[in-house]
């Protein structure tokens, strides 16, 4: 009997245990049927913390709408230091226009010391104006010295009137021995005038020599037009001896028109040999036409062998 109930309280034991465990399975997959999902975020909030149109506030909650007052915030203080248009000063602390008001100013001192066109002088302090008054008469006096045609003379100094003028008139006479046609020799002193004129007289004397045509032969000394001269004749004896179309045979001696005939001789035989069309068969003499002859018969007999 006592074995019997042993064995009884052991199986209800087991039976309670059993549904111990299946109670709490069923109530885990209830919790995990009943648990809400993480949703993602809301696309009307993020529009709205971006800034973009498609924001309804009216859809926003208490918290979103302090969020999003406050990005509004940072970005309109954005704008507003780095002076976009979108910049909104009434919506700016005292604080805020103060530190807007200071980028501002740098701003504007930097546009001023650069020279930019949008400088507004009248907003600098009198320190950094008093600068920029200097800043200006220096970037004046530099373009002076530099000939520019932005260049206010009326703002110089005599000091500087007369570095001025003196780089001007370097200027000038470097032009004028460059035989620049911006040169006004006017401006000139007397020795400056004369060595400007020899330059031009070597100018001259080489443009003559090389055969250009900016050459004034009026201009030549009876020594340097003889030197042209012999120059002109050595190089036309030379086209003719080439056979160069600017030859001149006219203005040839009676040896020098001997040599340059027997030179187009001897390259009309050529020519002929080849069978190209500068050939001009009424020239060639009895012997010549016998060595075209047989050039023309090597040739064939080479392609009869080469076809075989």
Same mark, same amino acid.
């Given at each position: 009997?006592?074995?019997?109930?042993?064995?009884?309280?052991?199986?209800?034991?087991?039976?309670?245990?059993?549904?111990?465990?299946?109670?709490?399975?069923?109530?885990?997959?209830?919790? /995990?049927?009943?648990?809400?999902? @993480? &949703?993602?975020? %809301?696309?009307?909030? !993020?529009?709205? $913390?971006?800034?973009? /149109?498609?924001?309804?506030?009216? @859809? &926003?909650?208490? %918290?979103?709408?302090? !969020?999003?007052? $406050?990005?509004?915030?940072?970005?309109?203080?954005?704008?507003?230091?780095?002076?976009?248009?979108?910049?909104?000063?009434?919506?700016?602390?005292?604080?805020?226009?103060?530190?807007?008001?200071?980028?501002?100013?740098?701003?504007?001192l930097v546009k001023c010391d650069t020279g930019s066109p949008t400088c507004e002088p009248l907003l600098l302090d009198a320190k950094d104006s008093e600068a920029l008054h200097k800043v200006v008469q220096q970037r004046n006096y530099d373009k002076c010295l530099d000939g520019s045609v932005t260049c206010d003379p009326t703002r110089l100094t005599p000091l500087q009137s007369k570095a001025v003028d003196s780089a001007s008139l370097r200027r000038n006479l470097d032009r004028c021995n460059e035989g620049s046609p911006t040169c006004d020799p006017l401006r000139l002193t007397p020795a400056e005038a004369s060595s400007v004129k020899a330059a031009a007289a070597r100018r001259n004397l080489e443009h003559c020599q090389d055969g250009l045509s900016s050459c004034d032969p009026t201009e030549l000394t009876p020594a340097e037009a003889k030197e042209v001269r012999n120059t002109f004749e050595r190089r036309n004896q030379a086209f003719c001896k080439d056979g160069l179309a600017n030859c001149q045979p006219l203005e040839l001696r009676a040896a020098e028109l001997n040599d340059t005939r027997a030179g187009f001789r001897s390259r009309n035989v050529e020519a002929c040999k080849k069978g190209l069309p500068a050939c001009d068969p009424s020239l060639l003499t009895g012997p010549e036409m016998a060595m075209v002859t047989a050039a023309f018969q090597q040739r064939r007999v080479r392609v009869r062998t080469q076809n075989q």
């Open positions: 009997m006592p074995v019997r109930i042993l064995v009884l309280f052991g199986l209800l034991g087991v039976v309670a245990a059993a549904g111990a465990g299946q109670q709490s399975t069923t109530t885990q997959a209830k919790a /995990s049927r009943t648990k809400p999902k @993480a &949703l993602p975020a %809301d696309s009307n909030v !993020q529009n709205c $913390l971006h800034g973009l /149109s498609g924001c309804d506030v009216s @859809a &926003l909650s208490p %918290d979103e709408i302090k !969020q999003v007052s $406050l990005v509004s915030k940072k970005r309109n203080l954005d704008s507003c230091m780095e002076g976009s248009t979108l910049c909104d000063p009434t919506r700016l602390s005292a604080a805020e226009a103060t530190a807007v008001q200071g980028a501002r100013y740098r701003r504007n």
